[in-house]
């Protein structure tokens, strides 16, 4: 994939419209419903492109276990949402993994790997929690759950992808620059949940 296509590719993520994530309304339908959550929620596309991100940044092998320990740990959680098991500041966790990720990215952290999967993997289980709680009142939960996984999988590919920039000479300063911004979006919906 050419610089070009990856940042078209991050412009229209970017360009798409905010959503009240985490309503507790109770809206979710099938498919495209469980697909177009994370896609379509900041807080979402935030976290799970810095994971992509981070492990692009990392390099071998975090480039793919942390896309991978992502999602398997989001299924720990969404299982103890779903079982109505309550975990504390659910919001409050997802605002700080965009924080956390957007400072590990920005400050170039170099974390070992079992650290960086053990950061990432305590982020997945309050993403995991939301949209577990929104499950079981989604018309085709098994629909929802596997359009949300999807979904996260190709949010972090967008992640990995705009990883690649590293490999440029002005690349490493431009992702540590995404990290910045990633980090300032969690904060704003960390003093938007305050």
């Known amino acids: 994939m050419t610089p070009s296509r990856i940042l078209f590719t ?17 809206a979710a339908g099938g498919f495209a419903s469980g697909f177009f959550h994370p896609i379509f929620g900041w807080d979402h596309v935030i976290a799970m492109v810095a994971v992509g991100l981070w492990g692009a940044f990392l390099g071998q092998p975090a480039i793919w276990i942390l896309p991978v320990v ?12 779903v079982a109505g098991v309550p975990l504390p500041a659910v919001e409050t966790g997802i605002a ?6 957007g400072l590990m990215i920005a400050l170039a952290v170099r974390a070992p790997l ?7 993997g305590i982020f997945a289980i309050f993403h995991g929690h939301a949209h577990g709680t ?17 979904a996260t999988g190709l949010l972090h590919l967008c992640g990995i992808a705009l990883g690649f920039l590293t490999l440029l000479p002005w690349g490493r300063n431009a992702i540590r620059a995404t990290g910045v911004a990633i980090a300032a979006i969690g904060g704003a919906f960390l003093v938007g949940i305050a």
């Open 10 to 26: 991050l412009a229209v993520m970017l360009t798409a419209t905010a959503a009240a994530a985490h309503t507790g309304e109770g």
């Open 70 to 81: 992502f999602p398997l740990v989001m299924a720990i959680g969404g299982a103890l949402g």
């Open 96 to 101: 700080l993994s965009g924080i956390v990720l």
């Open 114 to 120: 079992w650290v960086a999967a053990v950061i990432v």
């Open 134 to 150: 929104e499950l079981p009142e989604a018309a085709n939960p098994y629909a929802y759950a596997v359009g949300f996984v999807i």
